[in-house]
Each structure stands twice: as structure tokens, then as C-alpha cells.
């Protein structure tokens, strides 16, 4: 029976709160009858009870508990399976704290209890039957001690050994109860729940994706609508710095164009109408401040600013200079801060002015203030005003600082950045730059942070422009206009006034140049227009829509009755660039080119010569020359006397298919990549010798029946009287940042050779001639000498379809000095408004006017003598004499000229006439015409280079 308790006791020690119970009292039955059979053994019970509860030491526990264990390993199954189970069973135990196995020993005493209160009550009943009974129990099993101790260990350990059985059966049932428990959890979802969570799973799936769709569609179509809400509701959202558009200066640093910050007034309602201790202390002091700084109606103000209490954005003024807004800035700094605020502190025009309200408006009071004293500095917050909800939004303005100088080559820019014509529009991407951000959030204690990305301003451009020759140029193309305008009918003294000066041999636009020009800074004020000629929007004959010039000039008349579609067509017609997108027949400044392409194709040569007997017929049509009978002249002659006969003569031997080829190496009808926006391409005003006829190749040789551009001529002459190098036209030859370091450096740049260095100097010596004692003598300046080549060209008439007999285009295409050409100049005039409009007097005028004061600035030195007369017109313009400095050549021309030998039966004068002098003009005069002749060379002056014939057949595309 010890043996007995001792089991029990290591069960509930050891085996957990099942093992316990069932270890235990597992052999209640067995117990009971045996005790109710024996009363010897119930009363041995009841003593070995009494032992038990009396407390057993610790070292026979643990021998106990030592030879429990020897058994349970010794009475182990073979099977794995329950090993296993019960190893996991003892792992589990021992890893139990010992506060839980105080509690299980616990309630498993308490169980143990509860279960042997039958057994106590059935003892004690038997106790109660008779005290000598138990007296007599004790003697007799002191007596009988050695037997019953012997038959005790026999039946205990026969109790045990069933004991121990049921325990491992019950422990065996416990693991296959888990392993069930865990096959039903791992098989928890049917097919059919599983087969629902699929379903569900798709849908989830298909509702996401088409969220996302729709999401990326909301962007895409409306993302610009919901930023502007989103930001319309931010606080402290982040603002752009705007960058500064790069400037353009000329070849000396003049700024032509350049960039001036200005400054947005932006009313910010939300902070002018905000209320502090329920007074609105900013509204008054600030509508005050601004009626007495700017020109604005306040009413109109304080109406909007009242009605719209929510608005942060309100900008009634806009590009103010820093100079408009002092003032404001001024009473702000003074007059919208209390005395305990700061008042050292700088007002920055950058900053949103009351974009924010200062968190220290409400002033913290010490315990022992009184109301009253609060009260007051309220009163005196209020009394003395506050201006704020106003701040200064800074962007940059397009500045030019000469108005119109330039204008054609600069071109304009709005407020967008982006260019219109000229440089600004061919260079915009090159001037802009990249836009900086400034970020605003609130922190973690709710103050604002500012992040600064600061912007990237656009790159400079150094233009080959030099202020002072363009500001020449310009003069004289004014006083042009004053001496002519409204001569003939009510318009400008042309027109198409125009000009270019280039380098010769580096393709470098010094000056470009024409008339009517327009103010940069006002490109939209239509008295620009007032002169010119109407245009107007037509349908051609091939269903193409163009621009047409009526017969109607612009008066202020007319300005006004014209709508805004018709207004902004004009204005678009005067801000292109005659220079570079009119179109024009070239007249006799062609002859060089038809000259310089006989020689070089090696059908005719320096020596040869033609003669002139006033008419000639190509392709059943009569074809005559200016002058009367010019007789045999020399190659030089030819073209100092603008001789159209002979020009014909050289295109026949010269042949169509080698006229056009040498027209495409000149670059006539191509573009010539002159960096300047709207180049006109003239591709379909020149003939294809598949095309050209007997006829056309005669018209061609003297400059008629094909279109040019003025780029396109003086480029190519440079090529001729160069040595043959032809150069790219550019107006810009660096390109800078910021900081003034540069980024891209632009090399003059030949593109292709026109003619051999021997053609180009048989052409220079031909120029030469035209300037000494040809057709260009008055386009000489004082103490120089030049070369050059006069035109002259009739017009179509765009009713008729043929040519006028009364509007002409006149040119003097030049360079200088003569004898090593540094500058190459051209001047248009374009129908100018006089009676006789074909006096090529008038481009020559200009050109003599133009480099008597361009050529001392360029430091080149005169060569030749000064007359009287020019000597005064020299002081009159305050220019010194410099041919002291110079070469003198007058020897050396003299010699040559010597040494040309006359072709037989020439006409040293060239007249062929004999008409009278008329003393009021000096020129000889026509009796039966009227025509007017140079009394010296016999040069016709009114008359055009080539005598106009109606029923001369024209190029289709003119």
C-alpha cells in the first residue's frame, strides 16, 4: 500500500493533471473490494492514508520518484509511436513553470480529495461502530506486521503493474485524439468552400484592376483639373521660381534683349478678412496701404476681398518694378507691425506678405495680468492696424532696351517664354532655362519648413550684331523714308526698305535691317502699320491660302474699322523679316553671277568681247538693252554698263543645263541654314533646265523671271568676290551661361567652293569698274573706293499678271575696300514712292550714306582723294580724313587702266547719242520718251536695266 501511495504521489507530481487523476485512483473498484473483504487491509489503508498525509521526507520522495521513473522506462511499449507520444507528453511537463506545476499539484490534490470522500466516509462509519475495533486492528497488525507486509508488496505490485496499463492505453487514446484533431483542422475548407473563396478571390482581383484602370484614366484626362482643385486647397502647397531667360547681346556686349524681374500684387482674401479675438484688424490698414501705393479701384477691391473670404489667390496688377512697389513694402514694414513684434526685420518683396499669420499675434499673458490690461493691448493692436494678406509673386519681363533696334533679327518673346521670330524663336530653347521649386510643409510642431530647388537660368547669346553699324543702318533707311513717304500716294517712302552688311570672308551678319520696323517692347501697337500696305487672306488658284497686298495703305482711318482677325494679319506680315522671307527678282545684281559662271564652265574668258546694237532676238521675241547702242565692249565693260545684250549673248554660249547648275552651287532656290527663324525657301522660283526655254534663259542672264532673297544674294557674292568660299550666313558666334562661361563657340563655316580664286578676282575687277565708271559711280563713299553691282527689275503686276511698266525693285549689291574686300553690303528698295521708281539713284544713295560712316568705325582707311564737296560733307558728319593713313592706290589704278586694252570700234563713253542736256537736271533727255541719260556714260537714269516687253513669256510661279 506505501508502495501504492508513492505511485499515485509521482503521478500527480510528474504526469500532469490527467495522469493524476487516472494514475491514482485508476483501481478504485479493485481498492474498495478488497478493503470491504479484509478489515485488516481497510485499516492498513486508512494508516498508510494517514502517513501520506502526514508527509513523507524528500529524500524517500525522490527515491520514490527515481524508481517510478526505472519502471516507466523498463514497462515502455515497443511501439514508436506511443514512445513518442509519451516523450512529447514529458517534454511538455517539464517545460511547464513551476508556478503552473503548483497549480496543477494543486487542483490535482484537490481532485484526489473529492475522490477518496467516499472512502474516508465508509472508514469513518466504520470508525463509529466500535473504537475497540480499531484498538484490536492495530494489535493484531502488530503482531501480524511480517505477513501483511509481504502480502501488501504482492498485491501492490500486481495493482501497479494494471495501473500502469491503463495509464499507457489512456496516454496512447490522448495522441491519436490530437493527430485526429489535427487531420480535421488541415482539412477545415470543403472543395466547395474552397471553390467559393476562388470566386471571391477573382472578384476582389477584378474590382482592384478596374480601380487602378480607373485611377490611370482620371489621371491621364483630368490629372491638370484635380491639381489645380488640390492645390486651390492647400495652405502651403510649393511654389515655382521662375528661371531668367538668357539675354542677347551683340558683338561688344550690348544687351539688345534681356530679362528685369517684376512683381505680381496678389491679394491673399483668406488672411485680409481672418479675424483676431473676433475683430478683422487687417482689412482697413490694408485696403488703405494699397490705395495709397498703387492705382486701383479699393471699392471694386473691398468688394471682391468681402465676397470671396475663402480666396488666397487675386492678382490685380501685374509686372510692377521693384520701384512701383517700395513704397507699399515701405508702409508695410512701418506701419503693419505691433510693438512687440520685431521691426528690425527686413521685408523681402519675394515673401508671401500675410500669406501666414504669426503665430505670436495672440500674446501670452503673465498670471498676475489683469483683463484690463489685456483688453488695452487689444485696443492698441486694433488702433494702431495691421497690413497683411498682401504679398509680391516675382516673375521675369522681356526688356529691349532700344525699343526697335534690331527688331527683324531679335525677334520678341511673350510672357510665356516662348519666341517669336528671329533669335528668339530660332535660339528659344537655347535662352530658356529650367524652372526652380520651392516646397512648404509643416513639421512635426506644426511650423512651416521651406525646401528650396533653385532654378536654372537660360543661356546668353552673343550675336555677330554690332549695335553701332545697325543703328546706321537704320538711320539712313529712316531718313529714306521721311524724304519719300507720302510723295506719291499716302503711304512710306517704299514699301520694302532694306539692308544687310556682312562679313566676306567670315559669313558674320554685321547689320540687318529694314523699313517699317516695329517696337520691340509694343509689338502689338498697331500704328506700326500706319504706311504700309493692307494684306489680305485669298485663295490662289491651287486652293492655297496667301497673303496678298491690296491696293489700299494703312491710315488711321483705316486702322479703325479694321476687326481683330484683319489686325493681327497685318501685324504678322510687319513682324517677318523682309531680309530673309520676301521674295523678289534680282535684277542686273544677277549679271555677276551669269559673268562668274561663263567663266568658270570655261565659255568665255576675261578677254573676250560683245557687242551691244541695242536689240536682240531670242525665241521670236525683241529683247533690248537700257542704254541706246553700247557698240563692242570688253568683259568689264559689259558689266560696268549693265549691258542686258551682251549678258544674253554670254547665256547662249553658256547653255541652260550649265546656267542651272551653277544657279544651284550659288544657292539659288535653297536655304541657306542662316540661324534665324522663317527663312523662305525660293526652291520653285528658280527653272530647272528641263523646264527652261531660249526665252527664260535670257530673262534668267540678267536677273528676271526667278525669285530671290536678299540672304541668298549677298551670300553668294561674298563666295565671288572672296576667292570662291562660300559661308553659312549666322548671327551668332557664342553661346554662354549664367556665370559667363562658354558653352558653345560658333566658327565661321565654308560650306562648299563656287568658283576658282581666278574667276573671283576677274569678277572683283569687274565690280570695281561698275563703282569707277559704270552704272554705280554715285554709290562711292568720300576717299574710298569700292566695288559693287547696281539692279534694277520690274515687278509683276498681280492684276494683269505681267509686268509693270511703273513699279520697280532697285539694289546695289557692293563691298569694300575695293582692292581687299573686308564687308559686303546690299540695299533693296521696293517700289519706292516716287514718280519714276526704276532710279537704282536711290539703293546707291544709301549705300553711300551707310558706309561713309561705317567704314571709318571699322577702322578702314580711305584710299582715295576727298573732294571740296566731300571734304564738307565729311565735317558735317564730324568724320576725320584718314586716307593719310592708307595705301595710296590712285598710281596703281591709273596704271591698269593704261594697260587694258580698248577693243576695237569701243565707245570710250558709251553714250551712242547725241541728245541735248537739260540745264535744270544736267542729263541729256530723250525728246520722243523723256528718258533721262547720264551726260558722261550715257547711262540711262530713269529707265530700268532691262527694258520691259509685255509679251515676254513669266515664270508661272512668280
Not at 56 to 73: C, N, P, Q
Not at 346 to 362: M, Y
Request: charged share 30%; hydrophobic share 30%; aromatic share 6%.
Amino acid at each position: 500500500m506505501e508502495k501504492d501511495n508513492d505511485v499515485r504521489r509521482v503521478s500527480r507530481s510528474g504526469g500532469g493533471k490527467r495522469n493524476l487523476g487516472e494514475g491514482g485512483f485508476g483501481d478504485n473498484g479493485t481498492r474498495n473490494r478488497n478493503q470491504n473483504r479484509n478489515p485488516e487491509n481497510r485499516r492498513s489503508d486508512n494508516r498508510d492514508g494517514n502517513r501520506e498525509r502526514g508527509g513523507r521526507s524528500s529524500r524517500d520522495r525522490e527515491a520514490d520518484i527515481r524508481s517510478s521513473r526505472s519502471r516507466d522506462v523498463s514497462a515502455r511499449s515497443g511501439r514508436d509511436r506511443e514512445a513518442d507520444v509519451r516523450s512529447s507528453r514529458s517534454r511538455d511537463v517539464s517545460a511547464r513553470s513551476g508556478r503552473d506545476r503548483e497549480a496543477d499539484i494543486r487542483s490535482s490534490r484537490s481532485r484526489d480529495v473529492s475522490t477518496r470522500s467516499g472512502r474516508d466516509r465508509d472508514r469513518n462509519s466504520q470508525g463509529r461502530d466500535g473504537g475497540n475495533r480499531t484498538s484490536q486492528s492495530r494489535d493484531m497488525e502488530a503482531g501480524v506486521g511480517g505477513n501483511r507486509k509481504s502480502k501488501d508488496r504482492g498485491n501492490t505490485k500486481s495493482g501497479r503493474k494494471s495501473r500502469k496499463g491503463n495509464q499507457d492505453n489512456r496516454i496512447i487514446q490522448i495522441a491519436e485524439h490530437r493527430v485526429k484533431k489535427n487531420k480535421e483542422q488541415k482539412n477545415k475548407f470543403s472543395i466547395k468552400m474552397q471553390k467559393k473563396l476562388a470566386v471571391l478571390y477573382m472578384m476582389v482581383l477584378l474590382a482592384f484592376s478596374g480601380l487602378v484602370f480607373r485611377l490611370a484614366w482620371i489621371t491621364r484626362e483630368n490629372g491638370a483639373r484635380y491639381q489645380k482643385q488640390v492645390l486651390s486647397q492647400q495652405k502651403y502647397e510649393s511654389s515655382v521660381l521662375p528661371f531668367r531667360r538668357g539675354d542677347i547681346v551683340d558683338a561688344k556686349g550690348t544687351r539688345l534683349a534681356t530679362s528685369e524681374k517684376v512683381y505680381n500684387l496678389v491679394i491673399d482674401a483668406k488672411v485680409m478678412t481672418s479675424e483676431v479675438r473676433g475683430k478683422q484688424i487687417y482689412l482697413e490698414p490694408t485696403l488703405q496701404a494699397l490705395a495709397d501705393n498703387f492705382d486701383l479701384d479699393i471699392n471694386a477691391i473691398r468688394e471682391y476681398v468681402t465676397t470671396h473670404k475663402t480666396s488666397s489667390y487675386y492678382v490685380p496688377l501685374k509686372q510692377l518694378t521693384y520701384e512701383q512697389i517700395s513704397g507699399f513694402l515701405e508702409a508695410k514694414q512701418n506701419e503693419g507691425k505691433t510693438e512687440n513684434q520685431d521691426t528690425k526685420q527686413d521685408v523681402e518683396p519675394t515673401q508671401k506678405q500675410g500669406g501666414e499669420q504669426d503665430s505670436d499675434q495672440s500674446q501670452k499673458t503673465d498670471t498676475g495680468q489683469t483683463e484690463k490690461g489685456e483688453e488695452d493691448k487689444e485696443e492698441e493692436q486694433t488702433v494702431k492696424g495691421s497690413i497683411n494678406g498682401v504679398w509680391f509673386e516675382e516673375e521675369y519681363k522681356r526688356i529691349y532696351p532700344y525699343d526697335s533696334l534690331a527688331a527683324d533679327v531679335i525677334g520678341f518673346s511673350g510672357r510665356d517664354n516662348v519666341g517669336s521670330y528671329g533669335l528668339e524663336e530660332f535660339y528659344n530653347d537655347t535662352l530658356n532655362g529650367i524652372n526652380g521649386r520651392e516646397y512648404g510643409y509643416l513639421n512635426d510642431d506644426q511650423a512651416l519648413e521651406r525646401t528650396l530647388k533653385p532654378a536654372i537660368d537660360g543661356y546668353n547669346i552673343h550675336s555677330t550684331i554690332d549695335a553701332n553699324i545697325q543703328m546706321i543702318v537704320e538711320k539712313y533707311l529712316k531718313k529714306f523714308n521721311e524724304e519719300h513717304q507720302n510723295e506719291i500716294v499716302q503711304g512710306n517712302g517704299a514699301e520694302n526698305i532694306a539692308c544687310i552688311i556682312m562679313g566676306v570672308n567670315t559669313g558674320e551678319i554685321l547689320a540687318m535691317a529694314e523699313y517699317p520696323g516695329y517696337n520691340l517692347n509694343d509689338v502689338r501697337n498697331p500704328e506700326s502699320l500706319i504706311g504700309t500696305r493692307m494684306v489680305e487672306l485669298v485663295t490662289n488658284a491651287n486652293g492655297y491660302e496667301e497673303l496678298k497686298k491690296t491696293d489700299t495703305y494703312i491710315t488711321e482711318e483705316v486702322l479703325a474699322n479694321m476687326d481683330s482677325d484683319q489686325l493681327y494679319l497685318n501685324l504678322n506680315n510687319l513682324w517677318k523679316s523682309f531680309c530673309i522671307t520676301g521674295t523678289y527678282e534680282p535684277g542686273s545684281t544677277a549679271k555677276t553671277f551669269t559673268v562668274a559662271a561663263a567663266l568658270e564652265e570655261g565659255a568665255i574668258s576675261a578677254s573676250d568681247t560683245f557687242e551691244c546694237n541695242s536689240l536682240v532676238e531670242v525665241g521670236g521675241h525683241m529683247m533690248g538693252c537700257h542704254n541706246r547702242v553700247d557698240g563692242v565692249l570688253t568683259l568689264e565693260q559689259a558689266v560696268a554698263k549693265s549691258c542686258n545684250v551682251s549678258m544674253i549673248k554670254i547665256s547662249q554660249i553658256l547653255g541652260s543645263e550649265a546656267f542651272c547648275k551653277f544657279q544651284q552651287i550659288f544657292n539659288f532656290g535653297l536655304k541657306t541654314n542662316i540661324d534665324l527663324a522663317g527663312e523662305a525657301r525660293t526652291a520653285s522660283f528658280v527653272y530647272t533646265a528641263d523646264k527652261m526655254g531660249p526665252t527664260d534663259l535670257a530673262t534668267n542672264s540678267f536677273g528676271q523671271n526667278f525669285n530671290v532673297t536678299m540672304i541668298e544674294m549677298i551670300a553668294g557674292f561674298c563666295s565671288l568676290i572672296n576667292g570662291g568660299n562660300y559661308y553659312e550666313p549666322h548671327l551668332v558666334n557664342k553661346i554662354t551661361n549664367a556665370n559667363g562661361s562658354t558653352i558653345t563657340h560658333i566658327e565661321p563655316r565654308v560650306l562648299k567652293q563656287t568658283v576658282s580664286a581666278s574667276t573671283s578676282e576677274v569678277i572683283r575687277r569687274c565690280c570695281n569698274a561698275v563703282v569707277s565708271n559704270g552704272t554705280g559711280q554715285s554709290a562711292r563713299p568720300a576717299g574710298y573706293a569700292i566695288g559693287g553691282k547696281t539692279g534694277t527689275a520690274e515687278t509683276i503686276d498681280p492684276n494683269t499678271h505681267k509686268r509693270s511698266k511703273t513699279e520697280f525693285v532697285v539694289s546695289f549689291l557692293g563691298y569694300a575696300p575695293a582692292d581687299d574686300p573686308q564687308i559686303a553690303i546690299y540695299v533693296v528698295v521696293d517700289r519706292p514712292n516716287v514718280e519714276k521708281q526704276s532710279n537704282s539713284e536711290f539703293a546707291k544713295g544709301i549705300v553711300r550714306n551707310i558706309l561713309t560712316e561705317v567704314l571709318p568705325y571699322l577702322n578702314i582707311f580711305m584710299t582715295e582723294e576727298v573732294t571740296e564737296a566731300e571734304r564738307q560733307e565729311l565735317d558735317a558728319l564730324q568724320l576725320d580724313i584718314t586716307n593719310h593713313y592708307g595705301r595710296p592706290s590712285e598710281g596703281d589704278e591709273e596704271d591698269e587702266g593704261e594697260d587694258q586694252d580698248e577693243p576695237p570700234n569701243a565707245d570710250p563713253t558709251g553714250t551712242g547719242m547725241s541728245f541735248p542736256i537739260d540745264p535744270e537736271t544736267g542729263y541729256r533727255v530723250d525728246p520722243e520718251t523723256g528718258d533721262r541719260y547720264d551726260p558722261n556714260t550715257g547711262f540711262a537714269v530713269d529707265g530700268a536695266e532691262s527694258v520691259p516687253n509685255p509679251d515676254l513669256p513669266l515664270n508661272p510661279n512668280l
